[in-house]
């Protein structure tokens, strides 16, 4: 049982916010079925979807309040627009306490009042904005576009606008004495509980002073524990990396003597070749036959290339320890000037496993100024997209990173000759949990994640997509962070 559809109707014409009304109306629909039923299932539903309720209502209000802002409507359209917001949120926080406190809340009521704000905020108030960001786009101003939508309307209209707005408040004051009776009977379960306890204080003032101690004794225990298990972790830690570093640090020196020894050894063989010359014809031809045995022709020409291949391989192996190393820093939250094309390296290096058996990687990296980034972020983001291109990729394929400068940004490009998206994909790739992955496969929160890094150094992203055409993200940076 589905709450409500999706028609047109719903669509404003903006994709971020169409996306986002869309995974909503979706989240409520996949709830309703269990949420109509008056059960343990039902009472099981609720928890989630409030939470789900409250992550998405922080992500979506922000970003309608941000596009207005920017778009410049007018102080009391926004003031009006964040009240609707703002009741919605307190409606939720307040059946979120009704929750908690009383482990159940009725689905049903749930629904009517999702139905109810889903109706009203979407056909009335998000049309509304809509339309005067239309009309600034046309030209008229935003006065203007504010007293336009704020016009009488039509009797039809006014009627359906009326009733909307009548039923959503009517469900919104209804849920608000239900949540005051709740709170008084919690109140009286807290008295009654009170007093149970005032029964056992005797009891309890005996015994306060053992719980305490046994408490305290418990609490050192368990900080002895955990230091114990810290300092176990840290020294782990410690003794890989020697165990890795040892045998890299000694098979690197070996390699460098044993390069000089088949030097020294080379040189000896055109010693032995320039007299053997003069030897007689029998031992002559013992070595010219034991010189075709071993092909030392080949051999000349292969040694030295197997032992720049080796130390290339130890050289790779303490480059990808390292990009791994930096990857998973702890220090996350330091801001610093940092080479983006450094930060494509260590990318390349941390997703090598993944893209190296699928497709073959063309970098085209211009040379670019330091940029103010939190750069172990950065990479992160980069190594989300590189996975993703490589998971786009069926067979074999290609994927290109480019990089460049344009004013006082950089960019980052990544694409892919894989198979593209189409349009109703593109739209709602940077939704939180939307994925087209199969299920185990993806969490869908990979490039929402990625989006939320871009906006917090206040940058931006694009995607350019078509079914069987690949796909091409591009990041823009701006140099400098702006001040807080």
Known sequence: MALMAWTP???TGLDLVDAQHHALVDMVNNAAPHLALDDEAAKQAVGPLLDNLTRYAAIHFRDEERMMVQKGLVPDYLRHHHQTHQAFVDEVTQMRRQYEQEGSLP???????????????I?????????????????QSAQQAYEHVSE???????????????MFTLLTERNQKLAQANEEVHRVKVALELANQSLEQRVQERTSELAASMAHLERAQNQLLQSEKMAAVGQLAAGVAHEINNPVGFVTSNLGALSDYVTQLLELLDTYEQVAATLPQAQREQVVAARKKIDL????????????????????????VGDLRDFSHSDEGHWAAADLNQAVESALNVVRNETKYKAEIVKALSPLPPVVCIVAQITQVLVNLLVNAAQAIAVKGAITVRSGVLGEQVWLEVSDSGSGMPEEVRKRIFEPFYTTKPVGKGTGLGLSITWEIIQRHHGSIDVQSAPGQGSTFRITLPLLQPQA
Do not use: C, T
Not at 111 to 116: D, E, I, N, Q
Not at 123 to 139: F, H, K, P, S, Y
Not at 152 to 166: G, I
Not at 300 to 312: A, G, Q, T, W, Y
């Open 152 to 166: 009488p309307q039509d009797a039809a209209h006014a009627v359906f606008n009326s009733s909307l707005l009548d």
């Open 107 to 121: 689905g049903a009521d749930l629904l009517r009042f999702l139905g109810s704000w889903l109706s009203f905020h």
């Open 123 to 139: 056909l009335v108030e998000d049309q509304r904005m809509a339309n005067q960001m239309a009309e600034i786009d046309a030209g």
């Open 297 to 320: 022709d080949y051999l000349r020409e292969d040694i030295p290339n197997l032992l720049h291949e080796s130390k290339d391989g130890l050289a790779r192996v303490k480059r990808i």
């Open 9 to 11: 109707y719903f669509e």
